[in-house]
């Protein structure tokens, strides 16, 4: 009960926190899964902007979260009409699923809830990123799940607060799969759609694959089905359409950005749209600007706080001048470090062989290729194996499988030569990015969404070239319906094993792991050591043996970690 609770809030909260967003933006969305997708993603990143901006002043603590989600689920409730709340009834049966008897990703004990108890217990904190580099990677969805923190459900209310933002985009996807319309209109984007949709289901369907990279990566699923559409089919949309929609698609952008770096690389597809669509950019520009302005500040001022860098650990964002910073620190949270140990980690590090190698020398020129070749490829070739089974079998059904000539059939719309070279040009795109990912940080938990898109795309040009003629629309809903099902019965299967589990995910440590306490500045800062990971604790927690030179002190009520 108190999970179906929690869902019940937080997904009215969210509702109600994004409906004030998008009337602000003006914003006029006819489709109600697009307008509850995009109102749970506002909502989020709302509540992650708030949340920065009153830990500047305060910790977000109860009252604070207790506030914040008492006011927005009033105003969720305001706006709520029948329709909304029979899909949010589904929205809480699934999201329950995911939640009920699962466990946490490993990456929660070790800094995801170690971070939000910080925030929870205290200001903003100088340097923070000394104590733990792992805190450098301040991510906006963090900030969320600390004013969602209410008093009751045992500090749990926030661990369903991810699951929406899944949801929310399964739904979108879903309804757009199961209308005719758009295999009759927007066959290729239907495509497109349809193997994202198998995506998300097959690679996510587990709560603990959720994290914070899948935020990112199911919503870069969303931008370029969504830029696809702009492009390829713009006739349907009016321009003042095109506008309110690529907006929004910017933020959803910087969502993914202020959650994990990496996703800037997205920044490529925006600009191949604004590249076709000068006229648009120069209507929006300026808003655009301002937009950003307003929504990446905050997250850049937490960022500089927290680690001297405005993202960390890229070392040319960083300053060496002031105290707190890690630019130049001997200590573990050096960026340049952390970059160069991220870098080769990412390599396969851990199967090299040749330990003669430091982590900067390992990444360079290619001297990592044949122990990834080794290990990490295998992995990337099992985990895409099912995506280029339903890639084979789509492209050999579409050509050769028959309609029954007694269903309906339907013509499939061909592409004029321009819009073929626009798919072609995106293809490109993604290529750069599976590029630079492959370059840099080639493993598949990072690259899931680059490689996928790529991949999808390849298919859509395949089928273009086919020619194809007629086909039937049945198939494909069956098929959506199938996979909503296996997903479905792969969480009651997880259920049925994990019985014994708590009924929520983890967030406490299942062991006494014998912490111990530093104290500093004549006894005014605490700092818990723990012997294992933190899991989730009110209070500044690490894992880290602290170095012997650290200096922690209070200045103005604010912790300053040097």
């Known amino acids: 009960m108190e999970i179906i609770l929690s869902l019940l809030i937080n997904t009215i909260s969210l509702y109600g926190a994004g409906k004030v967003a998008l009337n602000l933006l003006k914003s006029n969305i006819k489709n109600i899964y697009e307008e509850i997708f995009y109102t749970i993603i506002l909502g989020v990143l709302f509540s992650g902007i708030l949340s920065i901006l009153l830990n500047i002043l305060i910790p977000i603590n109860y009252y604070v979260a207790n506030l914040y989600v008492t006011s927005t689920l009033l105003i969720g409730i305001y706006f709520l009409n029948r329709k909304i709340l029979k899909i949010f009834f589904f929205f809480i049966i699934l999201g329950f699923l995911l939640t009920y008897k699962s466990t946490n990703v490993v990456d929660f004990p070790l800094y995801h809830s170690p971070y939000v108890g910080i925030i929870n217990s205290e200001k903003i904190i100088f340097g923070l990123t000394n104590i733990h580099f792992r805190f450098g990677y301040s991510s906006i969805i963090q900030n969320s799940l600390a004013i969602y923190n209410i008093a009751i459900f045992n500090n749990n209310n926030f661990q369903t607060l991810v699951p929406l933002i899944f949801l929310s985009l399964i739904f979108y996807f879903f309804e ?22 198998f995506i998300i289901i097959f690679n996510y369907y587990r709560y603990n694959s959720f994290g914070l990279d899948m935020p990112s990566h199911i919503l870069t699923f969303f931008i370029w ?12 949309f009016k321009v003042e359409n095109c506008r309110k929609n690529f907006e929004l698609i910017i933020i959803v952008f910087l969502f993914t ?10 920044l490529l597809i925006i600009s191949f749209y604004f590249f076709k669509n000068i006229s648009i950019l120069k209507k929006i ?3 655009l600007t301002v937009l950003t302005t307003i929504i990446t500040l905050p997250f850049f001022f937490k960022n500089f706080v927290n680690s001297g860098c405005l993202i960390y650990p890229i070392n040319i964002t960083c300053d060496k001048h002031i105290s707190w910073g890690t630019k130049n620190k001997t200590y573990s949270s050096n960026p340049v470090d952390v970059y160069d140990a991220g870098e080769a980690w990412s390599k396969d590090w851990p199967n090299k062989k040749n330990n003669t190698l430091n982590y900067s020398e390992y990444s360079k020129n290619f001297k990592w290729l044949n122990t990834w070749i080794d290990n990490h490829l295998l992995v990337i070739i099992k985990k895409n194996s099912l995506q280029l ?4 079998f789509l492209i050999l059904y579409l050509k050769y499988y028959k309609t029954n000539q007694s269903k309906i059939p339907i013509n499939i719309p061909k592409l004029n030569s321009d819009k073929k070279k626009q798919i072609l040009y995106m293809f490109f795109v993604s290529l750069i990015l599976l590029i630079i990912w492959f370059n840099k940080f080639p493993l598949y938990r990072y690259g899931v969404s680059f490689i996928s898109v790529c991949l999808a795309l390849i298919s859509i040009i395949i089928l273009f070239y086919l020619k194809l003629k007629k086909k039937n629309f049945i198939f494909f809903f069956r098929m959506t319906i199938l996979f909503f099902l296996i997903f479905i019965n792969l969480n009651l299967l997880k259920i049925y094993k994990n019985f014994n589990n708590t009924d929520w995910p983890n967030l406490y440590s ?21 012997n294992d990971v933190c899991f989730y604790k009110r209070n500044i927690c690490t894992n880290y043996k602290l170095p012997d030179k650290l200096k922690v002190f209070k200045k103005n009520q604010y912790i300053f970690i040097n």
């Open 176 to 197: 757009f799969l199961k209308d005719k319309k758009n295999y009759e209109k927007k066959f290729y984007l239907y495509i497109l759609n349809f193997i994202f949709f």
């Open 225 to 236: 089905s969504k830029v696809f559409d702009l492009i390829i089919y713009k006739e349907y």
């Open 510 to 530: 299942p062991k006494n792991d014998q912490s111990y306490y530093l104290y500093f500045d004549n006894n005014n800062v605490k700092i818990e050591i723990s």
């Open 285 to 287: 520009f300026i808003r």
């Open 389 to 392: 089974i339903l890639i084979t």
């Open 257 to 266: 950005f202020m959650n994990k770096i990496q996703f800037l690389l997205n």
